[in-house]
């Protein structure tokens, strides 16, 4: 479907619309606030254009089950760039969505700043954030939706700044607009909604076709709370405990052992995956996002087996974060051998990242439950467990450091390792004699 403006943004999202009525008079003269002129015919030139009296269309609507508030941008009014009425209209849309406790969405299409308005628009980002702010202690959730373009401050604010971010394929977003962009990088696909999301700047990329869907399902899965604890999921793979520490372990690293992502599919009837700790990272090998079990969501995080990298504990912290603020129990399943020790880590903090997890898990004021699912290696398994609600599976170990490197700071010979496992008392059943775990997940 062709980006046509805010009213075809709209016609494809939601079933019901209706409009907010706009009656405040403008503060300013015909030309603006700082009397630019020209200012009045351009405006008069994108009305006839667009159709529209403003850059932003904000209402309600009904989004699949889920009743929205929603602030749609027409490109065609002058770029879709945000002036001071502009911003009284997004305002009125945040002010809406608090008050009566509605998740707000945002259809983007801009260039950013209005230059007929100078500083005064350039303000209106300030406005933006503190409205989004208020919204966020409401515990309101926001999602924003990136047409083509986004661009400028508004991608750096009402854009970046959302709980969850889906773009449109092939949108151009950036900071920097294809005019003020440096010559060389002009057509960088860094500047692309694929490139955002492959650096961990966008949550997911979704077509025309498949947007409304996509949006109604994070809609649901962000207002289906529940203040109950998540449930432990059934083990899945072998029910037999380990004889010994060393069969633990081998079992735990068994590459048909099943991982995370056999479990998220057997504990949800759906779910989506938020990506990156905006900030440029990405993990992979760490899977969090909210899922659907019968009316309730849940929010979750997964190790999936591999050592978990700063950016893995920055995204989890991430996910706890928007799961405290909007009511969300949490779903911790622990697989990985340990934090990645490289020196490329360590460049990226790897220490000050498990210690930002293990504060954001110990001050959650919602209720967390984790499965050890695999391997349950030392600080970077520990920072995703719960203080209080841990299970087992009984194909799974967790350990203070994995056999073989205990056995070399012990100063031990290889053929003793599996002595070390032993006395490491890592296997299920040591683990819930010791009360480290409160018991072993049934199959």
Not at 116 to 129: V, Y
Not at 300 to 329: S, Y
Not at 348 to 364: D, H, K, N, Q, T
Not at 406 to 415: E, N, T, V
């Amino acid at each position: 479907m062709p980006d046509d403006g805010a009213r075809a943004a709209l016609a494809a999202v939601a079933t019901t619309f209706t409009e907010f009525t706009d009656d405040r008079e403008s503060r300013y003269g015909p030309d603006g606030p700082l009397g630019w002129s020209g200012y009045a015919e351009a405006r008069s030139r994108a009305a006839e254009r667009s159709g529209e009296s403003e850059s932003v269309v904000c209402g309600r609507g009904r989004v699949g089950a889920v009743e929205a508030v929603l602030i749609a941008f027409d490109f065609r009014f002058l770029g879709g760039s945000v002036g001071t009425a502009t911003g009284d209209r997004i305002e009125r849309a945040f002010t809406e969505a608090r008050e009566t406790r509605t998740p707000l969405v945002s259809l983007i299409a801009t260039g950013g700043s209005r230059m007929q308005e100078g500083m005064l628009s350039l303000r209106q980002l300030q406005r933006i954030a503190r409205h989004a702010v208020s919204l966020r202690e409401a515990g309101v959730p926001q999602i924003s939706v990136l047409r083509d373009p986004t661009t400028g401050g508004l991608w750096a604010s009402l854009g970046a700044g959302a709980d969850v971010v889906i773009a449109l394929e092939n949108a151009q977003i950036g900071f920097a607009g294809r005019r003020v962009r440096p010559p060389a990088v002009t057509d960088d696909p860094a500047y692309t909604a694929e490139g955002q999301h492959t650096a961990g700047h966008v949550d997911e990329v979704c077509t025309w076709d498949n947007l409304v869907e996509t949006l109604a399902e994070w809609l649901l899965l962000l207002t289906s709370a529940t203040p109950d604890p998540a449930e432990v999921p059934r083990a899945l793979g072998s029910p037999d405990l380990p004889d010994d520490g060393w069969s633990a372990v081998t079992g735990a690293r068994s590459k048909d052992r099943p991982r995370a992502a056999a479990y998220l599919a057997d504990h949800f009837d759906t779910y989506r995956l938020i990506r990156g700790d905006r900030a440029g990272g990405v993990d992979e090998g760490v899977f969090c996002g909210i899922g659907l079990r019968g009316r309730h969501s849940v929010a979750f995080a997964a190790q999936n087996g591999t050592a978990t990298t700063p950016a893995g504990f920055r995204t989890a912290a991430r996910l706890v974060r928007l799961a405290d603020r909007l009511r969300l129990p949490v779903l911790t399943l622990v697989d990985t051998p340990g934090a990645l020790n490289d020196a490329g880590a360590e460049r990226m903090g790897v220490g000050s990242s498990i210690a930002e997890l293990f504060g954001v898990v110990a001050g959650a004021r919602v209720p967390i439950t984790t499965l050890v699912i695999g391997e349950g290696g030392s600080g970077g398994a520990l920072a995703l467990s719960s203080v209080e609600r841990t299970w087992i599976a009984p194909n799974a170990y967790f350990s203070v450091i994995a056999p073989e490197m205990s056995a070399a700071i012990l100063k031990r010979s290889l053929g003793e390792v599996a002595a070390t496992a032993d006395q490491l008392r890592l296997r299920p059943q040591d683990l819930v004699e010791l009360g480290v775990v409160r018991g072993i997940a049934s199959t």
